[in-house]
Nanobody, 122 residues
């Protein structure tokens, strides 16, 4: 069973930065993604990365967030700059062992982390 462990969440003022990490217990994933869920809202895809390096971003975070990976460590990162109040949410790491998926669709991912809270204040 693959385990995903997130870290790096916290509280930051608007305009600040945070870096989230997600470590996978096994080198099995083909696509790794970050999702987030704000109170009272649906979970939404934020960014995803293939093991080959192709990246995808939600329009709301393009130019501010960067997803990257360290294949040797089975770890994916989400660098978040220019954080805004609207970025406040629980952030979840997710992994799929298949290529060719719709990266933003939760149903495409079979492995999920426990979540890490990001809170942005004015």
């Amino acid at each position: 069973q693959v385990q995903l462990v997130e870290s790096g969440g916290g509280s930051v003022q608007a305009g600040g930065s945070l870096r989230l990490s997600c470590a996978a217990s096994l080198n099995m994933y083909r696509v790794m993604a970050w999702f987030r869920q704000a109170p009272g809202k649906d979970r939404e895809g934020v960014a995803a990365i293939h093991t080959g390096g192709t990246t995808y971003y939600a329009d709301s975070v393009k130019g501010r967030f960067t997803i990257s990976q360290d294949n040797a460590k089975n770890t994916v990162y989400l660098q978040m700059n220019g954080l805004q109040n609207e970025d406040t949410a629980m952030y979840y790491c997710a992994a799929s062992d298949r290529y060719g998926i719709a990266w933003f669709a939760q149903s495409q991912y079979h492995y999920w982390g426990q979540g890490t809270q990001v809170t942005v204040s004015s």
